[in-house]
C-alpha cells in the first residue's frame, strides 16, 4: 500500500492537510481527530479538482485555452457556491498563513520571436481582460496577390512579338558568346556578335545520306523481307 | 449541482475514500441561483485586487498542482487563487458550522458545571451534522477491523 503512493503527492497531500489544520485554528478548534483531518482534505481535493475540470469545462466550450476569472465564477455557481460572501470573507480580519512553497528555479521558455504587430481586440472586450493575444498576423492573414491577365488582342500581340524577338536576340548571343564568333564591326568586337558559320569540306554530303528515320525504316524493312524468305 | 456525496471508510488509519460529486441537486441549490448571491462587475474587480495582497491558506503551487490534474493550463495567478480561497471558504463554512454545533452542545453541558472547556475538539460527530446539512452523506465503520 505504501509504495503505491508516490511521494510527490504524497507532499501535496500533506500540505493541503495543513492548510485544513490552518482552517480549523482559524475557526477556533484547537485540535481535531485524525479522521476529521484526513475527511476534510479528501473533501479539499475533491473541491479543486472539481471546480478545475468545471472551469476548464466552461473555457474550452468558449473556444479559449487559457482560463479566466468569469470561467471560475460560472463553475463555482454551477455547484452551488455563492459567489458574493466571497468578498466579505476575503477581506475578514484574523488570517493564518502556512507560506508558501520554496520553488526550485524554473527554466522559463524563451520569448518567441514577434514578426509584425498582432491584431488588437474589439472594442467590446474590456480593458483588463486576462485573454491570450493574438498570433502573429502572417500565420492566419493570407491576403492573395497577383495581376488579372490582359485580354486585348492589341496588347496580346504586341507582347507575344516583343517576346519572340528578346528570345531570339538572347539566343543568338549566347551562342554567339560561347561558341566561336564572328564580329559585325570591326571596332567594337561585343556589340553584334554572329555565329561563325562553319562550312563543310564535302557541302552536299548532307544531301545525298539517308537521315538516320530513314535509316531506321530502311533496317526494318530488309528484316521484314529476311523473314519472309526464311518462312 | 455538486453537493451530493459518500464517503464511506474501511478503517481508522488505512481507509479508503469515495466522495461521489455528482449531478444530482438538492434543495438548497435552487435558491442559490438568486442574484442576490452573486458578483457584480465591480465586486469582481475588488476581489481580484484583494486576491494580490491576501494569500489563501492554500498554498500557490499545491492549488497550481490539483489544477494541472484536473486539466486547467494557467500562469494567472489571480484564477489560482481565486479557486483556492472559494475551496478555502467552502471548508471553512463546514467548520464554522460544527463549531457552533460543538458550542451548543459545550453551553447546554456547562450550565450544568460552570466551568469552563479550555480545550476545543472537533469529533466527527460534530462535522457529520455539519455536512448532512450539505448533502454529503459520511459513513464511519463502527469498529477498527
Known amino acids: 500500500m505504501a509504495s503505491e503512493v508516490l511521494s510527490p503527492e504524497n507532499g501535496f497531500r500533506q500540505s493541503l492537510t495543513m492548510a485544513v489544520a490552518a482552517i480549523c485554528l482559524e475557526c477556533g478548534f484547537e485540535s481535531t481527530e485524525n479522521i476529521v483531518l484526513e475527511t476534510l482534505t479528501e473533501m479539499l481535493q475533491s473541491y479543486l479538482t472539481e471546480v478545475g475540470n468545471s472551469t476548464r ?8 485555452t487559457i482560463p479566466t476569472d468569469k470561467d471560475v465564477i460560472f463553475a463555482l455557481s454551477e455547484m452551488g457556491f455563492r459567489n458574493k460572501s466571497l468578498l466579505q470573507y476575503s477581506r475578514r480580519g484574523k488570517r493564518i498563513n502556512i507560506g508558501q512553497i ?5 527554466t522559463s521558455n524563451p520569448p518567441v520571436l514577434q514578426v509584425g504587430k498582432s491584431k488588437g481586440f474589439p472594442t467590446y472586450v474590456p480593458e483588463n481582460h486576462k485573454y491570450p493575444h493574438f498570433p502573429d498576423p502572417h500565420s492566419y492573414i493570407r491576403t492573395t496577390t497577383g495581376q488579372k491577365p490582359e485580354t486585348d488582342y492589341v496588347i496580346l500581340r504586341e507582347q507575344a512579338s516583343a517576346q519572340k524577338r ?5 539566343l543568338t548571343r549566347f551562342v554567339a558568346r560561347t561558341g566561336r564568333s564572328h564580329p559585325l564591326l570591326p571596332d567594337d568586337k561585343n556589340a553584334f556578335p554572329l555565329i561563325e558559320a562553319q562550312p563543310h569540306l564535302i557541302p552536299y554530303l548532307n544531301a545525298l545520306l539517308p537521315s538516320e528515320h530513314e535509316t531506321l525504316k530502311l533496317f526494318e524493312a530488309t528484316n521484314d523481307q529476311n523473314n519472309e524468305q526464311k518462312e | 449541482m455538486v453537493n451530493t456525496g459518500e464517503v464511506s471508510f474501511l478503517s481508522e488509519f488505512q481507509f479508503i475514500i469515495f466522495v461521489k460529486m455528482n449531478g444530482v441537486t438538492s434543495d438548497r441549490d435552487v435558491s442559490d441561483v438568486n442574484e442576490d448571491f452573486q458578483l457584480d462587475g465591480g465586486q469582481m474587480n475588488d476581489l481580484l485586487q484583494q486576491l494580490e495582497t491576501y494569500t489563501p491558506v492554500i498554498p500557490d503551487g499545491v492549488a497550481r498542482h490539483y489544477l494541472n490534474r484536473a ?3 494557467t500562469t494567472d495567478p489571480a484564477v489560482v487563487r481565486l479557486i483556492a480561497l472559494a475551496s478555502q471558504k467552502f471548508i471553512s463554512d463546514i467548520v464554522n458550522d460544527a463549531m457552533q454545533l460543538n458550542r451548543m452542545k459545550g453551553s447546554s453541558q456547562t450550565s450544568r458545571g460552570g466551568k469552563k472547556e479550555k480545550r476545543s475538539l472537533l469529533t466527527m460527530e460534530d462535522l457529520l451534522p455539519s455536512l448532512a446539512e450539505r448533502g454529503i452523506k459520511v459513513k464511519k465503520p463502527s469498529y477498527y477491523p
Open chain 1, 57 to 64: 469545462a466552461y473555457y474550452e466550450h468558449s473556444g479559449r
Open chain 1, 102 to 106: 520554496v520553488k526550485t528555479v524554473d
Open chain 1, 166 to 170: 528578346d528570345v531570339e536576340r538572347a
Open chain 2, 71 to 73: 486539466g486547467v493550463n
